[in-house]
């Protein structure tokens, strides 16, 4: 087997690694303590808008405890907005379940007639089936015991990750009276010329498909500040930058959130939690990094 071509530090060689290349450390027990209990390769992570890679040195006045804020900042950010997420998978279900109803049949989710295409329909199924019979929840094993295991959409709708879920919606039929246009109905939003308007399946779908993967950062402990997430949903007029960033960064999945917020009472509460915690890490982070515009607060 090939040998890996570069040197393994111990936690001491990989502290004196990083002052040696210019970082500036006030205390070098906390910078011990963060190798062990963090790592060095996540660090890295909030290191790089002050490292030069040309001459492999750190910018002048760059300090540990910036660095340590920064992560700080960061899981604190992680948190919120995973909480948030809950709220807005939790009535996303709900919604769902209540508007495929509209049908009449608890078992709608067998019905490829209420599905554009088929295949990606048989797909889904197939996820579907599996999820539920890894299921261990009592309500699954009560409809196998008492109902010939035929499982009732306001059930099954409660054991899709969040993933199924998303590609469930986006393979709905669109027009009047149909699931989708009963689902939409729930996220209205107020156009530019001060209307109300149901969202298109193309931005609804965007915006899930969006906060499946904000989610599944966020439950994997990865870095969100300064992160680029190849994802773009479509961004309400009244939201859009005028000169957007190329690189897709967090503030436009935080715009998505809102467009799916469980109601306008609880993106408040978000709002004011997230200004607050930008308000309190202001003298270490740049809202840049995060893909936020000098006008944030207003679209918020």
Same mark, same amino acid.
């Given at each position: *087997?090939?040998?890996?071509?570069?040197? #393994?530090?111990?936690?001491?060689?990989?502290?004196?690694? #990083?002052? =040696?290349?210019?970082?500036?450390?006030? =205390?070098?027990?906390?910078?011990?303590?963060? +190798?062990?209990? /963090?790592?060095? %390769?996540?660090? $890295?992570?909030?290191?790089?808008? &002050?490292?030069?890679?040309?001459?492999?040195?750190?910018?002048? @006045?760059?300090?540990? @405890?910036?660095?340590?804020?920064?992560?700080?900042?960061?899981?604190?950010?992680?948190?919120?907005?995973?909480? &948030?997420?809950?709220?807005?998978?939790?009535?996303?279900?709900?919604?769902?379940?209540?508007?495929?109803?509209? %049908?009449?049949?608890?078992?709608?989710?067998?019905?490829?007639?209420?599905?554009?295409?088929?295949?990606? &329909? !048989?797909?889904? *199924?197939?996820?579907?089936?599996?999820?539920?019979?890894?299921?261990?929840?009592?309500?699954?094993?009560?409809?196998?015991?008492?109902?010939?295991?035929?499982?009732?959409?306001?059930?099954?709708?409660? #054991? *899709?990750?969040?993933?199924?879920?998303?590609?469930?919606?986006?393979?709905?039929?669109?027009?009047?009276?149909?699931?989708? =246009?009963?689902?939409?109905?729930? %996220?209205?939003?107020?156009?530019?010329?001060?209307? *109300?308007?149901?969202?298109?399946? $193309?931005?609804?779908?965007?915006?899930?498909?969006?906060?499946?993967?904000?989610?599944? /950062?966020?439950?994997?402990?990865?870095?969100?500040?300064?992160?680029?997430?190849?994802?773009?949903?479509?961004? +309400?007029?009244?939201?859009?930058?005028?000169?957007?960033?190329? %690189?897709?960064? /967090?503030?436009?999945?935080?715009?998505?959130?809102?467009?799916?917020?469980?109601?306008?009472?609880? !993106?408040?509460?978000?709002?004011?939690?997230?200004?607050?915690?930008?308000?309190?890490?202001?003298?270490?982070?740049?809202?840049?990094?995060?893909?936020?515009?000098?006008?944030?607060?207003?679209? +918020?």
């Amino acid at each position: *087997m090939q040998s890996y071509p570069k040197t #393994i530090l111990t936690i001491p060689q990989q502290a004196q690694a #990083i002052i =040696d290349a210019g970082m500036q450390v006030s =205390d070098h027990h906390l910078l011990l303590d963060a +190798l062990t209990s /963090i790592g060095y %390769y996540r660090l $890295r992570g909030y290191c790089f808008p &002050f490292y030069n890679n040309i001459t492999k040195t750190y910018l002048p @006045d760059t300090t540990f @405890d910036n660095i340590i804020q920064t992560y700080r900042f960061d899981r604190e950010l992680t948190q919120l907005i995973f909480s &948030f997420l809950s709220k807005i998978e939790v009535a996303l279900r709900a919604r769902l379940s209540n508007a495929l109803l509209v %049908y009449n049949d608890a078992l709608v989710l067998e019905d490829s007639s209420k599905f554009k295409d088929k295949e990606i &329909f !048989w797909r889904n *199924m197939g996820t579907i089936a599996s999820e539920i019979a890894r299921s261990s929840d009592i309500f699954i094993k009560h409809h196998f015991n008492n109902h010939n295991g035929e499982i009732p959409v306001w059930a099954a709708v409660e #054991i *899709m990750s969040f993933g199924t879920l998303s590609k469930v919606i986006k393979n709905l039929l669109t027009g009047p009276n149909s699931a989708f =246009d009963v689902l939409a109905a729930q %996220y209205t939003y107020q156009t530019i010329n001060g209307q *109300m308007a149901k969202p298109s399946m $193309r931005a609804f779908s965007s915006w899930t498909h969006s906060l499946v993967i904000l989610r599944n /950062i966020c439950a994997h402990n990865s870095r969100l500040y300064n992160r680029i997430i190849n994802v773009r949903p479509i961004i +309400l007029s009244s939201d859009r930058i005028s000169a957007p960033s190329p %690189y897709p960064k /967090i503030y436009q999945l935080i715009l998505t959130m809102k467009y799916l917020s469980p109601s306008v009472t609880t !993106w408040h509460s978000f709002a004011a939690s997230y200004q607050e915690l930008i308000t309190k890490y202001s003298t270490t982070i740049n809202i840049a990094a995060l893909g936020m515009p000098p006008d944030w607060t207003q679209h +918020l």
